[in-house]
């Protein structure tokens, strides 16, 4: 019964409220949404049937992108509407869907979820990827709303966590098992896994990756150019980028930066934090290590005074831009790898084919990883001076470092395809 999760989340709320109290009273980010998460959500209007279309956080809103513009195309007398979980989601959301209604996502409390359903009458949610809230999902169940996941993907772990839940509540794995829910799986592995659930094999289909379907090619060249043009970027300068980076990453591409900058004055580094907010102690670590720390957004203002480009290091304080950033570059590393945080999304610089660099902490990226790897089309460093000898290697051999790039757009694109196969499944349902 939902009053299970209810009496869970509430004792859980209970016993971290000062916690909870002290993270709303001093950060913006607790904040943000909070009236929505309560379920203060305006009314859809609208005589069009819905879909609610929700990812968690950033890189399943960027999934989103693709399958919902093609359901707006094919599909014009159906409203989409986005939810997201995270502040960062909410944030790209907004600004790739700007025409369309964004929300966050409501807190998982039985009277929250059924309020915003029906205030938002979905015809059917489409989950990207998987976050199964059981309250949400027993909501939708119970108001015989359809619930589709594409791009699914499922853990071990999370197969045990929901097997758990299924057994001490018995709406939850109805909800689940529903026979009107459809799950499209990335991998064969994951549709096991759902099998391994409960859910008939004939509601699940391997239907690949989306993200591959989002990755661009290429970026608009005005764009590109006008972005160099803001950071002072030469025709004759080389750029390593630091995407995604976590704490303990930074300051070993500012070491390397600084090495290589000897033999190679016209190198440039920008460095891209994974989490913004960590924007004041990336800044603060440029500057002790003897570097000016240049923000985007002081940029884009006009507050900065360029003097000497050879001790600046441009540092991102923006969402949503890093397909641009790395347009710029001729090298990549991607962050969150050589700390054992598990990696970032690497298939996004691939997919401009430009030379990808990551450590060996991969294993949230297990799978694009090893196809990066196992064609030549990336190089895995364990320590600092394996990043300096490869970014060295690419710097003295740019027809390698050029035909490595070449071999990662090559992957990228021999993987695209999941959206139109997920849309040929939405289509039937839509139809039917």
């Not at 379920?39 to 919902?68: N, Q, Y």
């Not at 016209?266 to 460095?271: A, P, S, V, Y």
């Not at 970014?391 to 999941?418: H, S, T, W």
Request: proline share 4%.
């Amino acid at each position: 019964m939902p009053l299970i999760f209810d009496s869970l989340y509430l004792t859980a709320s209970l016993l971290g409220s000062p916690y909870l109290l002290f993270k709303i009273l001093t950060s913006k980010r607790y904040r943000s949404g909070l009236d929505q998460r309560f379920g203060i959500i305006p009314e859809r209007l609208s005589s069009k049937p819905g879909i609610w279309v929700h990812g968690a956080s950033v890189g399943e809103v960027i999934t989103a992108k693709s399958i919902i513009e093609r359901i707006d195309e094919e599909f014009p007398e159906w409203e989409t509407f986005i939810s997201a979980t995270t502040n960062t989601g909410f944030s790209v959301a907004e600004r790739n869907f700007s025409n369309k209604n964004v929300f966050y996502l409501p807190l998982d409390l039985s009277w929250i979820t059924e309020k915003v359903i029906l205030k938002k009458r979905p015809g059917f949610i489409l989950l990207i990827e998987l976050e199964v809230w059981p309250n949400f999902l027993i909501s939708a169940f119970k108001k015989n709303i359809p619930v589709i996941v594409v791009n699914g993907r499922i853990s071990n772990k999370s197969v045990k966590a929901y097997r758990a839940i299924s057994c001490i509540s018995k709406d939850f794995r109805n909800s689940l098992i529903n026979e009107k829910n459809v799950f499209c799986a990335r991998t064969e592995l994951d549709a096991q896994r759902f099998r391994d659930l409960g859910i008939p094999g004939k509601q699940i289909f391997v239907t690949g990756t989306m993200k591959y379907d989002n990755i661009p090619a290429n970026i608009d060249k005005k764009i590109s150019k006008g972005m160099a043009g803001l950071f002072h970027i030469n025709d004759d300068d080389l750029v390593l980028i630091g995407g995604s980076t976590h704490a303990g990453e930074e300051d070993i591409l500012i070491r390397v930066f600084e090495r290589l900058s000897k033999t190679c004055p016209n190198l440039k580094l920008i460095l891209a934090p994974r989490h913004i907010e960590r924007t004041r102690d990336v800044s603060r670590l440029i500057e002790k290590m003897g570097f000016v720390p240049v923000l985007k957004t002081e940029i884009e203002r006009s507050r900065y005074k360029w003097q000497d480009t050879k001790k600046t290091i441009i540092l991102i304080d923006t969402v949503g831009d890093l397909g641009t950033i790395y347009s710029l570059s001729n090298y990549v590393f991607v962050g969150k790898s050589l700390v054992p945080s598990g990696g970032q999304n690497m298939m996004e610089p691939a997919g401009l084919g430009k030379p990808v660099i990551f450590g060996p902490h991969t294993f949230n990226f297990k799978e694009e990883a090893d196809l990066l790897l196992k064609n030549d089309a990336a190089k895995v460093v364990e320590t600092e001076d394996e990043l300096l000898e490869t970014i060295e290697f690419c710097i003295r051999n740019p027809d390698e470092a050029k035909e490595m790039g070449l071999k990662a757009q090559k992957v990228v694109n021999e993987k695209r395809g999941a959206t139109d196969r997920n849309i040929e499944i939405i289509r039937n349902i839509i139809k039917n």
